[in-house]
C-alpha cells in the first residue's frame, strides 16, 4: 500500500506501509511505469523524498531516518538493489519532509 509519493523528471519514488520504498520509471512511448529498485528491507514507511537523481531518504515507523542510494553496478541484480547508505534514530515520527536551510540566507547585494 503506497503511503507516500515523490517524482522527480520520469522517476517516482513510492513509501510502501510495508516494503520500503521502491524507484519506478515512467516509460512514456509506452505509457507504463517499470520497477527499476527497491530496498528490499521491511520498514514501515511514513515518508519518502528524492535527493538527487540517485540519493533517496525515508522516514518509518521506529522513528528512524535512513538513506539509500541507487547502485550502478554491471549486474542486473545489483542495479536493482536500493543500498543502505546511512541512518539516523531522530526519536520523532516524520509525516513530512520539506527543503530549507538551516542558517539565515542573506538575500541583500551591495553596490559600490
Not at 64 to 85: I, M, P, Q, S, Y
Request: include cysteine.
Amino acid at each position: 500500500m503506497a503511503i507516500s509519493l515523490r517524482s522527480r523528471g520520469q522517476f517516482i519514488l513510492v513509501g510502501d506501509l510495508l516494503r520500503s520504498m521502491a524507484l519506478l520509471v515512467y516509460k512514456q512511448l509506452e505509457e507504463r511505469l517499470e520497477d527499476i529498485a527497491k530496498d528490499y528491507k521491511a520498514n514501515w514507511m511514513t515518508q519518502v523524498e528524492i535527493l538527487d537523481d540517485d540519493t533517496f531518504l525515508g522516514a518509518e515507523h521506529h522513528n528512524n531516518l535512513f538513506v539509500c542510494t541507487k547502485e550502478g553496478g554491471l549486474e542486473e541484480e545489483d542495479r536493482r538493489l536500493l543500498k543502505l547508505a546511512g541512518q539516523f534514530h531522530l526519536g520523532e515520527n516524520v509525516n513530512v519532509f520539506r527543503e530549507g536551510s538551516l542558517v539565515l540566507q542573506n538575500h541583500l547585494v551591495l553596490h559600490l
